[in-house]
């Protein structure tokens, strides 16, 4: 299980630019971490763990196999979106399939470059998309309530609690809130996330800077930052031009590069970060002779539902998992040491995965 991710943004603020530069710079990376359009507006990269690799060396697997990350380019907003003005229905429809938002926001003065609304302010700009997303959840709760009216004089337990949660969702909406602030008990979760309600889902705030900001921010990105912060969001600064100039480049090449202009790692693995962080995602491995694979997980997953993203077989005839924390595997130089060392632990169903576990599951067919 990978996540995906729909990169939004109001015209001219550099998302187009920023998807396909990460995207190339998925395309030109090692053999191991490869690329693919799915769609002309779709890419699926890799997920950078220096880990995995050291584990793939250790235990001499010939195959290394990252977990995933799916960039949407999702079709452009203009103000209106929520009633299909421009490409509005199509923008709601894709942001519905993401599991969280990228909102790149212009952070940059160009002259050259017109901003649609004719000033730059990306706190505006963040809250024209909020307005729309808001704007078309209150719609889609008017027209779902008045299909289930009957259901709920009629008593069904299901009609009664969406209309609960619809209810409490539209409040939110009518104070001018999004939708996420709500807070919803675990039994109501499942239901909740069937609602499918556009501003249940967190964002990620792109902050586009020009070069000489791309190390540290500008005033515009800590106005962003501030902001999302107060939503319990969350924010990176990238510029989009650097990427698109790293895209171009071989490994070596964007080492030096990345060096020369002062960053510490691509603007692709910063997105990927705060997007696992965002989504509270953790990873787990597998690892043997023949491949060395990373997982992606929630927070807190339990060992058979862990096993489960695997195959659901594991899941359903689970009898254990064997488990070593990565820095044992890594200090004990590899699996056999690290059980002769007894650091190789059996752990049944209630055992909450950690980041970085190495598991081999063992299940009844």
């Given at each position: 299980?990978?996540?995906?991710m729909?990169i939004?943004?109001?015209?001219n603020?550099g998302k187009?630019?920023l998807?396909?530069?990460l995207?190339r710079t998925?395309a030109a990376q090692a053999a191991?971490?490869?690329f693919?359009t799915i769609?002309?507006?779709?890419?699926?990269?890799?997920?950078?763990?220096?880990?995995?690799d050291?584990?793939?060396?250790i235990a001499?697997s010939?195959?290394?196999i990252p977990t995933?990350?799916?960039?949407?380019?999702?079709?452009g907003?203009v103000?209106?979106?929520?009633k299909?003005?421009?490409l509005g229905n199509?923008?709601l429809?894709?942001?519905r399939?993401?599991?969280?938002?990228?909102?790149v926001?212009?952070?940059f003065?160009d002259?050259d470059?017109?901003?649609?609304?004719g000033?730059?302010?990306p706190?505006?700009?963040?809250e024209v998309?909020?307005?729309e997303?808001?704007?078309?959840?209150?719609?889609?709760i008017?027209?779902?309530?008045q299909?289930i009216v009957r259901?709920?004089?009629?008593g069904d337990?299901?009609?009664i609690?969406?209309?609960r949660?619809m209810r409490?969702?539209m409040?939110a909406?009518?104070d001018g809130?999004?939708?996420?602030?709500?807070?919803v008990d675990?039994?109501?979760?499942k239901?909740w996330?069937?609602?499918?309600l556009?501003t249940?889902?967190?964002?990620?705030y792109v902050c586009?800077?020009?070069?000489?900001?791309?190390?540290d921010g500008?005033?515009?990105?800590?106005?962003?930052?501030?902001m999302a912060?107060?939503e319990?969001?969350?924010a990176v600064?990238?510029?989009a031009k650097?990427?698109?100039?790293i895209?171009?480049l071989?490994?070596?090449?964007?080492?030096?590069?990345l060096?020369?202009?002062?960053?510490?790692?691509?603007?692709?693995?910063?997105?990927?970060?705060?997007?696992?962080e965002l989504?509270?995602?953790?990873?787990?491995?597998?690892?043997?002779?023949k491949?060395?694979?990373?997982?992606t997980?929630r927070?807190?997953?339990?060992a058979?539902q862990a096993?489960?993203?695997?195959?659901g077989d594991?899941?359903?005839?689970?009898i254990?998992?064997?488990?070593i924390?990565?820095?044992d595997f890594?200090?004990l130089?590899g699996?056999?040491?690290?059980k002769?060392a007894?650091k190789?632990?059996a752990e049944?169903?209630?055992?909450g995965?950690?980041d970085g576990d190495?598991?081999?599951?063992l299940f009844s067919s």
């Amino acid at each position: 299980m990978g996540f995906k991710m729909g990169i939004v943004g109001l015209p001219n603020v550099g998302k187009s630019t920023l998807f396909n530069a990460l995207t190339r710079t998925a395309a030109a990376q090692a053999a191991n971490f490869p690329f693919c359009t799915i769609e002309p507006n779709v890419g699926e990269v890799a997920v950078p763990d220096a880990r995995l690799d050291k584990l793939a060396a250790i235990a001499g697997s010939k195959e290394i196999i990252p977990t995933r990350m799916t960039f949407v380019d999702i079709a452009g907003l203009v103000k209106g979106a929520s009633k299909g003005e421009g490409l509005g229905n199509q923008f709601l429809a894709n942001i519905r399939e993401v599991d969280a938002i990228a909102h790149v926001l212009r952070c940059f003065d160009d002259g050259d470059v017109t901003h649609v609304e004719g000033r730059v302010n990306p706190v505006e700009d963040a809250e024209v998309i909020e307005t729309e997303l808001m704007l078309a959840d209150m719609e889609s709760i008017e027209k779902r309530l008045q299909n289930i009216v009957r259901k709920v004089k009629g008593g069904d337990k299901e009609a009664i609690q969406q209309e609960r949660l619809m209810r409490a969702a539209m409040a939110a909406l009518e104070d001018g809130k999004p939708a996420r602030i709500v807070e919803v008990d675990e039994e109501d979760r499942k239901a909740w996330n069937m609602l499918q309600l556009l501003t249940t889902k967190p964002i990620l705030y792109v902050c586009n800077v020009d070069e000489d900001n791309a190390a540290d921010g500008n005033e515009y990105s800590e106005a962003v930052a501030e902001m999302a912060v107060a939503e319990g969001n969350a924010a990176v600064v990238i510029s989009a031009k650097i990427e698109e100039e790293i895209s171009q480049l071989d490994a070596s090449e964007q080492e030096m590069f990345l060096e020369e202009m002062g960053l510490h790692e691509a603007g692709l693995d910063r997105l990927i970060q705060a997007g696992y962080e965002l989504l509270h995602l953790e990873t787990y491995f597998t690892v043997g002779p023949k491949e060395a694979r990373a997982w992606t997980i929630r927070l807190g997953t339990k060992a058979p539902q862990a096993a489960g993203v695997i195959h659901g077989d594991f899941e359903r005839g689970f009898i254990r998992a064997e488990t070593i924390a990565y820095d044992d595997f890594v200090a004990l130089g590899g699996e056999q040491p690290a059980k002769e060392a007894g650091k190789m632990r059996a752990e049944g169903k209630a055992y909450g995965v950690k980041d970085g576990d190495v598991l081999h599951f063992l299940f009844s067919s």
